[in-house]
């Protein structure tokens, strides 16, 4: 006869003595304030692209009713966009111990026999597969790229945001059928342990009582029929994925945070001291090598900027970009992949200055951007009217009191208060003004 108690749909083949209402429901409760908080700065990311202002900054075009959130992206405060994608990047990652360990307490139940046994534990089910699977899929896809090491066939935009709503739809329909069941158990459980406290010694000559766990109603799924002894408590086993996720914090804060706890960042692919040296020594992601930049493109001799707008178009080679008035902003750059640079004193023209050279006085439109960049995303990109406005919005010919180098841009470069750093973009050929 054939042993059913091998086969992973049995309770008996799942040995451990931690699993447990009580284990599952303290790290679900982790995660439902954790995952909604990811959601939310997600979101609040997508909507700093602008992908209402143009089709060029719109990553999921197919969007739909998905998109009803978005908003016009501020310029105040300029740390905006550090703090929420650095929050964003820092707790998922912070997170991955902690999903884990919540994946590994409830497998039993992705095996459990038969598939369904009613039409809501069948919608119960599918919602499980669902957010297993979305879940994976979305920390994994976060985690290569904030390394650098995207290999998903596709564009990371609309994987990550389409997988982000199918992941949270789950999310909420498994947090509304287990949310009361999860406090339930953690509150009885308290309960438990305070009332335990309280009882008097127990004589060392008493017969030990069987181990019980009062925050375990008989049969839960969870609990093994047949456990094996255990090597660590399940509070131990939370002190684990706890100094797990604080280890992953740690060694990933500094690279958002910057300063000298930037070398604390060792798994952040910009977590170290600032490369290289002097006023150009900060982090970046595209090189002018990595873009197909050439000296012969950026040569002051044949390089021209040429601005468009309602009274024509004019061309501005570098040398008389610098003849035009000049002002100076202290801005960061911050990153999709959760990075951030500390302030930089950027100098160069302002953009609404230079709208007014083409016929837009007051208050200036939009602006098309494109870059003499060949290769990577990002070669164009569009600007609303409010960052046009503000009077820290540069076209930057220089930084921390020196000439851009051509990795960050030279000749000139956009720089954006609160913007994602993808759309301060680098090596600027042309600026168009009006409706886009």
Same mark, same amino acid.
């Given at each position: 006869?054939?042993?059913?108690?091998?086969?992973?749909?049995?309770?008996?083949?799942?040995?451990?003595?931690?699993?447990?209402?009580?284990?599952?429901?303290?790290?679900?409760?982790?995660?439902?304030?954790?995952?909604?908080?990811?959601?939310?700065?997600?979101?609040?990311?997508?909507?700093?692209?602008?992908?209402?202002?143009?089709?060029?900054?719109?990553?999921t075009p197919d969007k739909g009713v998905l998109g009803f959130y978005l908003f016009a992206w501020p310029t105040d405060p300029v740390w905006l966009?550090?703090?929420?994608?650095?929050?964003?990047?820092?707790?998922?990652?912070?997170?991955?111990?902690?999903?884990?360990?919540?994946?590994?307490?409830?497998?039993?139940?992705?095996?459990?026999?038969?598939?369904? #046994?009613?039409? &809501?534990?069948? +919608?119960?089910?599918?919602?499980? $597969? =669902? !957010?297993?699977?979305?879940?994976?899929?979305?920390?994994?896809?976060?985690?290569?790229?904030?390394?650098?090491?995207?290999?998903?066939?596709?564009s990371f935009y609309p994987l990550h945001f389409y997988g982000a709503w199918v992941f949270f739809a789950a999310f909420v329909a498994h947090a509304v059928l287990k949310t009361p069941t999860?406090?339930?158990?953690?509150?009885?459980?308290?309960?438990?342990?305070?009332?335990a406290a309280g009882d008097p010694p127990v004589s060392p000559h008493a017969p030990s009582p069987p181990p019980h766990d009062p925050s375990v109603p008989p049969q839960d799924p969870l609990v093994s029929p047949r456990p094996d002894p255990p090597t660590v408590s #399940?509070?131990? &086993?939370?002190? +684990?994925?706890?100094?797990?996720? $604080? =280890? !992953?914090?740690?060694?990933?804060v500094g690279q958002s945070l910057g300063g000298p706890v930037r070398r604390t960042a060792l798994l952040a692919p910009h977590g170290t001291a600032d490369p290289g040296g002097g006023p150009?020594?900060?982090?970046?992601?595209?090189?002018?090598?990595?873009?197909?930049?050439?000296?012969?493109?950026?040569?002051?001799?044949?390089?021209?900027?040429?601005?468009?707008?309602?009274a024509g178009t004019v061309r501005l080679g570098r040398a008389e970009l610098l003849r035009l008035p000049l002002?100076?902003?202290?801005?960061?750059?911050?990153?999709?992949?959760?990075?951030?640079t500390t302030d930089q004193w950027w100098r160069g023209v302002r953009l609404r200055d230079l709208a007014a050279l083409v016929g837009h006085d007051g208050d200036p439109p939009d602006v098309f951007v494109e870059s003499l960049q060949r290769h990577g995303a990002f070669r164009h990109a569009a600007l609303r009217a409010n960052q046009v406005a503000?009077?820290?919005?540069?076209?930057?010919?220089?930084?921390?009191?020196?000439?851009?180098?051509?990795?960050?841009?030279?000749?000139?470069?956009?720089i954006v208060p609160a913007a994602p750093g993808v759309l301060n973009t680098k090596w600027v050929a042309r600026l168009t003004f009006g409706d886009l």
């Open positions: 006869m054939r042993d059913h108690s091998r086969l992973p749909s049995s309770p008996g083949f799942w040995r451990s003595p931690l699993r447990g209402p009580g284990f599952t429901s303290v790290l679900g409760l982790v995660l439902l304030v954790g995952i909604t908080v990811l959601f939310v700065t997600g979101l609040v990311s997508y909507a700093a692209y602008n992908p209402g202002l143009s089709p060029v900054n719109d990553q966009y550090r703090l929420t994608q650095g929050m964003h990047v820092t707790l998922g990652i912070t997170l991955i111990p902690v999903l884990l360990a919540k994946l590994w307490s409830v497998v039993p139940k992705l095996f459990a026999l038969p598939p369904a #046994r009613s039409v &809501a534990h069948a +919608l119960e089910r599918i919602s499980l $597969l =669902l !957010l297993v699977g979305g879940g994976l899929f979305e920390f994994t896809t976060g985690v290569l790229n904030v390394q650098l090491d995207y290999v998903f066939p596709g999860a406090l339930r158990t953690v509150r009885r459980r308290l309960t438990a342990d305070t009332a #399940r509070r131990g &086993a939370l002190g +684990l994925v706890g100094g797990g996720s $604080l =280890l !992953l914090f740690l060694t990933t150009n020594g900060f982090q970046i992601n595209k090189t002018a090598a990595y873009a197909h930049i050439t000296p012969a493109d950026t040569h002051e001799d044949s390089w021209r900027l040429v601005v468009t707008g309602r002002r100076s902003s202290s801005l960061p750059i911050a990153c999709v992949e959760g990075w951030s503000d009077p820290r919005s540069l076209l930057a010919l220089q930084v921390n009191g020196e000439d851009l180098s051509p990795d960050h841009g030279y000749p000139a470069r956009v």
